[in-house]
C-alpha cells in the first residue's frame, strides 16, 4: 500500500494533480486489514482524503467479490467511469475494462478488473412489455407516441437496457413507467424474453464481477426481497459477496428503515387494477365477472382510503384499533374484493404465465394491508402519507408514481422504529466484512451513534484527519445578536443579517434552509433588496439550477435538504455557506417521534443520543458544501445561536472541522478585505 500511495509511489507518477494524503495511506491500510481479518470498520474520511480510491486499492488486491454501495447515481459513475479505470491504468496499464469475466483466480494473467455497474430495476426497460405494447393501443398523445418511437429504435441497439443512454426521454415520463422493469410485473424464468432480458443480462454480470458497484437503495430493496423469500435461490439480483463497502454510510438508517417497511397506497391498487384490465383486454380473456370483480376492487379501495383520518403530509396513525371499531366493514370489504379478483383470475383456464403474477400481487397487497391495519409489532411506527397528484410510493413498492393529475393519493407506511436489530440479525452477522465510510459519521470524535443506530457492535473505528486546513481556508461566523430561531422575530432579522452577508461575500453563496416555508420567506423578503441573481430550488430541476448557479457570476441559491449534500462546487464561484438553523429533525414527524418515543421509554435519552446526534451530522454535511478543494476559501455562517448559548451547543462546535471562528462581523469584513 505505501509503494502505491507515498511520495514517489505508483499513484504520484500517474496522477496529474496527486499530493501526498497521509489519510489516504492510513484508510487503505485499515481497509486492508479488514478485509484480511474479516472485520467490520467504520471510518470517518473528510472531504479530500481521496476515499474512493483508499477503499478500491485493498479491494483490487484482495481478489474477493465485493459489492460498493453508494448513497448517490453521481459516486456510483466517479467509481465506474473515473476510479476504476484509472487504477486499472495504474496497475495494470492501457487496455478495456472487462465488464465481466467467469475464471475469477486469473487475475494476474488477464491483468484486468472485472467490473460491473447497476442501478434500481426501474432504470432498465423491460422488452417484454416493449413487444405487448407494440399491438395495445394504450398511448395517450403525440408525445408518447414520439417517445415510443424512440425507445422502440433504440431497444434494437442498447445492450444495456438503460434509460441513462436515451438522453431525450423526460426524467417525469409516463410512457416509461409502462415499459420499465419492475419487479411488480416481472414474471421471471416464465417470461418468453427471460434469455434476453436486461435483468437477466445484468444479473450474469454480476456472478461474473469482482467489484459490483450499486447505490443503497438498489442494495437494501434487494436485501429485503432476499428476506421475503427467505433464501430462495434466484430472490434479487446482487450475488453474494465477502464484503461491502457502504460508502456515504450516514443513509443508511432511513434507506434501510424504507425497505424493511411496507407502504399500501390506492395508487398500488389502482396500478394492480389497470394492469389486469390491460392484460386481459389483450389476450381478450375479459369477461362480465371479471369487469364486475376489479370495478368492486377500485370502489371498494377509493372508498376505504377515503375514510383515513385527514391530515396533510405524513402523521401518526395512533387510532388504528378505533378506525377498525368504525369502519371494520370498509376493511373487510377491501380484503374480500381483492381476494375475488384473486379467486376470478385463479379460475381462468390457460392463462398467460403474468396472470399469476396479479394473483400474487393481490395476495401481497392483501398481506400487508392486514400488516399496516391490525400488527401490534412493537418495533413498528404506523403512519399515513397524503400526497397531491402523482407522489410515488416509498421503499418496497417504489412502483406507483403516477395517478388522475390533481388526486390526492393516500399511502398507509409501516416503518421499523429501531433497524439496528434486523441488520445485526440479516446483514453484519451474514457478512465478513463490511467498511462504512462517510466525510460525516462521527458525533463528538466518536462513532456511538452510528454503531446504536444501525446495530453494528464489534467493529474497528477509525477518524482520519483530513487533507484541507480548515483553520485558514474556512471561517465559521455565529452572530449571538440574533433571536431565537423558534421565535417570530427570528425570520426579518435573518433576512437582514442574509443581506448584509451577501453583500460582503458578493454573492457566490448557498443559503440553505431546514423549511420550505422558512426559505420562501426569506426569498420574498430578500427579492429586489440583493443585487445578485438569486435562485430558488423547486423553481427548476437540481441538476439545471445547478448548472445555473455555476455559471452565472455572483450568484446566490437558496435551497433546502436536497442541496445538503451530494453538491459538489470547486473555487470561488462559491465562497459562502449560510444555514438558518441547527437541522433538528421534525419533532413531530412520526418517524422521528416514534424512535424518540421508544429511546425514552428504555431508559435513554433522546435528544442526547438521537435527536443532537442526528443533527450534527446533517449540519456537517451542509457545511461540507463549503470546501472542497484545497484551494478553496469561504465563509461559514450558522444563524442559529442555540449552538453558543445551549448546553448542547458544544456537541456541534466539537464535532464540526476546526473552522477559525467568530462572533463579530467585523472578522468576516477583514476574511474578504471589505472595510466597514
Known sequence: MYQFFAPGGVLSRMHPTYEFRRGQLQMAQAVEQALEEKRHLIVEAGTGTGKTLAYLMPVIRSRKRVIISTGTKNLQEQLFYKDVPFLEQA?????????????????????????????????????????????????????????????????????????????????????????????????????????????TEMRRKAMESDIII??????????????????????GILPEAAAVIFDEAHELEDVAGNYFGISVSNLRLEELARDVENSLQHN?????????????LRERSQFFFSLLPPGEGRFAFDTRREFLEENGDEFVALNQALTRVAGELEGLPQKPKEIFNFVRRAQEIQVQLGFAMESKDRN????????????????????????????QNVFLQATPIDVGPILRECLWSKLECAVLTSATLAVGGGFEYIRQRLGLEHARESVLPSHFDYESQALLYMPPDLPDPRTAQFTAKAAERIRRLLEIT?????????????????????????????????????????????????????????????VDVQGEQLSCVIIDRLPFAVPSDPVVAARVKAIDAGGGNAFFQYQVPAAVITLKQGFGRLIRSLHDRGLLVLLDNRILKKQYGRVFIE???????????RVVEEFFDVGS
Open 91 to 199: 496497475l495494470y496499464g492501457g487496455g478495456e475494462k472487462q465488464v465481466s469475466r467467469s475464471a475469477r483466480n486469473d487475475k494476474e494473467i488477464a491483468g484486468r478488473l472485472s467490473v460491473c455497474y447497476m442501478k434500481g430495476r426501474n432504470n432498465y426497460l423491460c422488452r417484454k412489455k416493449l413487444y405487448d405494447l407494440t399491438d395495445r393501443p394504450v398511448l395517450s398523445g403525440l408525445e408518447q407516441i414520439e417517445q415510443y418511437r424512440a425507445i422502440a429504435a433504440w431497444e434494437k441497439t442498447t445492450g444495456t437496457g438503460d434509460r441513462a443512454e436515451l438522453a431525450e426521454l423526460p426524467e417525469a415520463s409516463l410512457l416509461w413507467h409502462k415499459l420499465d422493469a419492475r419487479a411488480d410485473a416481472c414474471i421471471g424464468q416464465k417470461c418468453s424474453e427471460w434469455e434476453r432480458c436486461f435483468i
Open 214 to 235: 450499486v447505490n443503497h437503495h438498489l442494495f437494501f430493496a434487494d436485501l429485503a426481497i432476499k428476506l421475503l423469500a427467505e433464501g430462495a435461490p434466484d430472490a
Open 284 to 296: 381478450k380473456m375479459m369477461s362480465a365477472s371479471l369487469s364486475g370483480a376489479l370495478g368492486s
Open 380 to 407: 413498528t411506527v404506523f403512519w399515513i402519507e397524503r400526497r397531491g397528484g402523482g407522489g410515488g410510493s416509498r421503499g418496497a413498492n417504489k412502483g406507483a408514481e403516477t395517478s388522475g393529475r390533481g388526486r
Open 655 to 665: 464535532s464540526l472541522p476546526n473552522y477559525k471562528k467568530t462572533t463579530e462581523m
Open 506 to 566: 458578493r454573492g457566490r453563496a448557498f443559503v440553505l434552509f431546514t423549511s420550505y416555508a422558512q426559505m420562501n420567506d426569506i426569498y420574498q423578503r430578500l427579492l429586489g433588496e440583493v443585487e445578485f441573481p438569486i435562485l430558488r430550488q423547486g423553481d427548476a430541476p437540481k441538476s439545471a439550477l445547478l448548472e445555473e448557479f455555476r455559471l452565472t457570476p455572483n450568484a446566490v441559491l437558496f435551497a433546502t435538504s436536497s442541496f445538503w449534500q451530494g
